[in-house]
């Protein structure tokens, strides 16, 4: 049997004038949304990006080809963050296979 995993509730949602959803990709920390919300600007250069797809590789290939140093930075933090994420998935794992198991009438036999 294989444990299941339950990773916490995130707020996914910020409470701002209207409710938007939150930017949770780490290459947000290198750009800024503009108001209109389909483009977005470089903190570094001061570029604007189109945002197709509202998604952010657009931003992350902006990164790769003009700002190298920023573009290895964000990888080097993604890389960090799935490695909490995962030790923190097997924390759980580990917290739910020690715990002992509830109306379970397995007696001891010593």
């Not at 509202?54 to 992350?60: I, P, S, Y």
């Not at 080809?65 to 930075?73: M, V």
Request: with cysteine; charged share 35%.
């Amino acid at each position: 049997m294989v444990a299941k995993v339950r990773r916490p509730k995130k707020n996914y949602y910020v409470k701002k004038d209207d409710r938007r959803r939150q930017n949770r990709s780490l290459v947000w920390d290198y750009f800024t949304r503009a108001e209109e919300g389909a483009i977005s600007s470089c903190n570094l250069c001061k570029r604007t990006l189109e945002l197709t797809k509202q998604n952010t590789t657009n931003m992350r290939n902006h990164l790769r080809a003009h700002h190298k140093e920023e573009h290895s930075e964000l990888l080097a933090k993604e890389l960090l963050r799935a490695q909490e994420m995962e030790a923190y998935a097997e924390s759980q794992v580990r917290q739910r296979l020690a715990a002992p198991i509830q109306g379970s009438n397995v007696e001891d036999v010593s």
